[in-house]
């Protein structure tokens, strides 16, 4: 009676045990690939500092996701994309009025462009059910590649330049590679037969200079910060 007892419980566990397995992960195989669109709204953290205003660029280009598995309501994937990106930077001229205010100077003008290849790998969570409205967060590193760069003047008198202005205006960006960490949050409609429609909110923070920042070197500090707002369209290669 005893040996009984013993089996009967042991098979109740199990019983109750299989179920909380299975919720607690469910294997997923869908990939999909897809299109983004967006616009950014850059920085730059120098040091020394230059006043500036926010730039606007574009964002765009590939996404490719591929869903692992489901931790109870969480689904559990990962994301990599290849963005072009423009980031940089508009300086903010000032000067002090009659009544002692600090002004901006509109007649002057500084912005450099530059254009960056992009390659985020993100993990990607969302919670939600697998069809429907799903709130994600996506987070991982980040790596580019500088492709091109322009500078716009506007009344520079480039005889009386600051020490700073003359480490910037008409200088090349000496560091091509940039590198950092990149995250956000969204909302995904995901459908059977359309395909997953997505809105997104990022911030990518480079932890790589495009100045040199040794001792010997102007800047200690010269690093993106970019906000990305974007819309992407994926559909499903495998569900």
Known sequence: MRIRKKLIAILCCAGLTLPVSAQIEEMRQNFAVGVSGGVNLNSVSFSPTIN?????????????????EKY????????????????GWTERFEYIDEQGNTVEDTSLGYSRK????DIPF??????????GAQFFLNLGP?????IGESEEMRNIDMNSLTDTQKEVY?????????????????????????GSFIVEGRYYFALSDFYSTTKKDYFARAAHGTISVKLTYLFDLKK
């Not at 109870?72 to 980031?87: D, K, T, W």
């Not at 530059?114 to 290849?117: E, F, K, L, N, S």
């Open 52 to 68: 500036q205003n926010s730039q606007m660029g574009i964002t765009g280009g590939l996404t490719a996701r591929y869903i692992s």
């Open 72 to 87: 109870f309501a969480m689904i559990c994937g990962a994301q990599v994309e290849l963005n072009i990106s423009q980031r």
């Open 114 to 117: 530059m254009t960056y290849i």
């Open 122 to 131: 993100l993990a990607h969570l969302a919670f939600g059910k697998d069809y």
């Open 142 to 146: 980040q790596i580019s590649f500088l």
């Open 170 to 194: 008409g200088n090349k960006i000496p560091n091509k590679f940039d590198y950092g960490i990149t995250g956000g949050a969204g909302l995904e409609l995901r459908t059977k037969k359309a």
